[in-house]
């Protein structure tokens, strides 16, 4: 499957790396929250949590594995983390927090590999998008001893792997806990404390309520770029087959040419990561079917307002819109969107 690893998000791979390995290098140690952290899965996520973790020194040995032989090499050359381990067994041992990293798909299989090797009184967390299926997977192989509080930093880029990852990543961005039921406090609030000091806002959720909140803030828009971009190019597929059968000469792709008007905003989302958005909408099925629901509802309202030419109410819901934009700018959560990006060759 493609996976878009090349390409950093507001800051440069180089910069992002850089910053944070000559920070935890040239710093001594200081109170590190846990004495060792271990990443289960090292792409745009753990590395951006292991450059993050070590430039703010709140870990004393930050330690990781991923699947593959080639992202394990990639992380050790860039030396985003202390230690990088072939198997399971060894990154999580000894270690006081892990954390899955991984697609919400593989953490049944990651937390039944780890859940014999994990030392008593240690954290096991994640940063998965969906939190029900994650207590669902990953509980059950938790042994006892050993604290399991689901985590969500909503913080992300359209990029994966290493290299995309940067320290700054969480920076003012929320990070949501979902503890099940009886979870120890004083572990809840150890791991706020990691987050905060990697940048981000703690909030704390039930994991039902996450996900219904994920759905219609991200799942939904995510869908939403996938259908949009897979309908312009199967349109402009049957527009240049039309024209090539009328003997017109084909020019350039008008999708890219005139990408500006709306359309590269949606194209920046639908180039996610397509197996981390597959485990998404698998795991987060119910909520994203009543967003669905929901959304159709007002599709179907606007496509009425338009047929009966009622413009007060296109105009009215335009201008609520854009209040919701404001606020969006207001609370520091807009993001980056380069609208003067160079082209790429
Ligand atoms: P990523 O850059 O693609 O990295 C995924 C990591 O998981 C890699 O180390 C990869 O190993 C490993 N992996 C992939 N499939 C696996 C499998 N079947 N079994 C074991 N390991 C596997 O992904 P990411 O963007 O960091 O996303 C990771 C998690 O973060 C996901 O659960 C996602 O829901 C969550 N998340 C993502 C974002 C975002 O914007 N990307 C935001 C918030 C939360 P190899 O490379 O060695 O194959």
């Not at 990293?101 to 998008?129: E, F, H, M, W």
């Not at 350039?252 to 989302?269: L, N, Y």
Request: aromatic share 6%; proline share 5%; net charge positive.
């Amino acid at each position: 499957m493609p996976r878009h690893r090349r390409g950093a998000g507001r800051f440069s791979r180089g910069q992002a790396g850089m910053s944070a390995n000559k920070a935890a290098a040239n710093k001594g140690p200081a109170k590190a929250i846990y004495r060792r952290v271990a990443l289960i899965g090292i792409g745009l996520i753990g590395s951006s949590i292991a450059r993050a973790a070590r430039a703010a020194r709140v870990a004393g040995h930050v330690a990781c594995w991923s699947r593959s032989a080639a992202t394990r090499g990639a992380a050790r050359r860039l030396k985003i983390c202390d230690s990088v381990h072939d198997t399971l067994a060894a990154a999580v041992k000894d270690a006081d927090l892990v954390i899955l990293c991984a697609p919400i798909g593989a953490n049944a299989d990651l937390a039944k590999a780890i859940g014999p090797a994990l030392k008593a009184g240690a954290t096991v967390s994640d940063v998965g998008s969906v939190k029900e299926a994650v207590l669902r997977d990953v509980g059950p192989h938790i042994p006892g001893g050993v604290h399991f509080i689901p985590g969500h930093p909503v913080a992300g880029t359209e990029h994966s792997g290493p290299e995309a990852g940067f320290a700054e990543l969480f920076r003012q961005r929320w990070c949501i806990l979902t503890p099940p039921k009886g979870a120890d406090p004083a572990a809840l609030a150890r791991l706020a404390d990691f987050w905060r000091a990697l940048g981000s806002k703690v909030e704390i959720m039930d994991p039902a309520h996450h996900d219904r909140v994920l759905a219609v803030t991200s799942h939904l828009p995510h869908l939403l770029a996938y259908t949009i971009v897979g309908t312009v190019t199967d349109l402009e597929d049957h527009l240049r087959q039309e024209a090539a059968d009328a003997g017109h000469v084909i020019g350039r792709s008008e999708v890219v040419k005139f990408s500006a008007g709306g359309f590269r905003d949606f194209t920046r989302i639908a180039a996610s990561d397509p197996v981390m958005w597959r485990d998404v909408f698998l795991n987060n099925r119910e909520a994203v079917l009543e967003m669905l629901g929901r959304f159709t509802e007002d599709l179907s309202a606007l496509q009425r307002a338009i047929r009966w030419g009622e413009g007060d109410k296109l105009e009215a819901l335009f201008r609520r819109t854009r209040e919701i934009r404001r606020g969006v700018i207001e609370a520091g959560q807009a993001g980056t969107f380069k609208p003067t990006e160079e082209k790429k060759r």
